[in-house]
């Protein structure tokens, strides 16, 4: 029976392990057993109940979680996290075989689980899909979330860059989705974050200069971790990680301008 068990996404912010809540430390700690996701092999992603720490190197979210949970206490589950063909077989198989190890290991007595994910749970983050296929075959298991950290709050917070003022609108969004998005999204009045620019860098920069928000705009990469850079964007900067985090501010002309 799983009525009575409760999986639970953890937030672990961008990578700094001060970044953690009072209540995401507590929730992982108390947790009979903590998932953490890793990359899926590229030929056999498929992962068992007896999966551990031992392989591959540690994700950004398990060298998180490793400041504040002994490390026996973690289990990683595969994803195919560098895929970008969309939802692909292997993509696919990874979150049945992951959703799989949960309910087996609920199956097995624990009651409380908690899934470690960078970041916020709920913003683009792999948990939603994991939890989706927990659902589908237990569908009486509890699922929540601890909210975290973002890399666009970081990122703010490191940079001494205000997201928001006034009546200023917030858009998000993934590079990945292409640069129409972007474009329009910098046409409008207010700020604009981009994750996932590493591949989309050159085009992005020649957009923030076509449209005159290079001046202002912010990039973050490895935020938290060792080789952190936290900057202006410039046209030397093409090696940049998957999660790296560009910010343009709203323009601003005076104080108080957008009350």
């Known amino acids: 029976m799983s009525a009575d068990a409760t999986l639970t996404g953890v937030g672990v912010g961008p990578g700094d392990p001060e970044l953690l809540t009072v209540k995401a430390v507590r929730v992982l700690r108390e947790a009979d057993v903590v998932f953490v996701p890793v990359m899926a092999d590229p030929v056999e992603p498929t992962v068992t ?14 060298a998180t979680v490793r400041s504040h949970v002994a490390v026996d206490r973690l289990r990683r ?5 560098d895929d970008r ?13 992951a959703a799989r190890v949960v309910v087996e290991t609920v199956d097995a ?14 913003i683009y983050s792999t948990f939603g899909y994991l ?6 075959l237990r569908p009486g298991l509890r699922v929540t979330t601890v909210p975290g950290v973002t890399a666009m709050q970081e990122l703010a917070a490191r940079s001494g860059t205000p997201l928001c003022e006034g009546r200023e609108p917030l858009t998000l969004l993934p590079a990945t989705a292409g640069l129409a998005l972007f474009a329009d999204a910098l046409a409008g009045p207010g700020t604009v974050v981009a994750y996932k620019g590493w591949r989309r860098h ?17 990039l973050g990469r490895s935020l938290g971790l060792p ?3 936290i900057g202006p964007v410039d046209d030397a900067q093409h090696d940049l990680p998957y999660l790296s985090t560009l910010l343009v501010p709203a323009r601003r002309d005076h104080r108080g301008g957008k009350l």
Do not use: H, K, M
């Open 77 to 81: 589950l595969p994803f195919a996290l």
């Open 85 to 97: 063909g969309g939802v692909t077989a292997r993509r696919a198989a990874a979150w049945d075989d």
């Open 202 to 218: 050159p085009e992005l920069l020649a957009e923030l200069r076509r449209q005159g928000r290079l001046p202002d705009a912010v």
């Open 49 to 62: 109940a007896a999966a551990t720490t031992a392989g591959a190197d540690a994700g950004r979210a398990e």
């Open 227 to 229: 080789g952190e850079r």
């Open 131 to 136: 939890a989706q296929s927990v659902r589908a």
């Open 109 to 122: 007595g624990a009651r409380s689980l908690a899934f470690a994910t960078i970041g916020d749970p709920n």
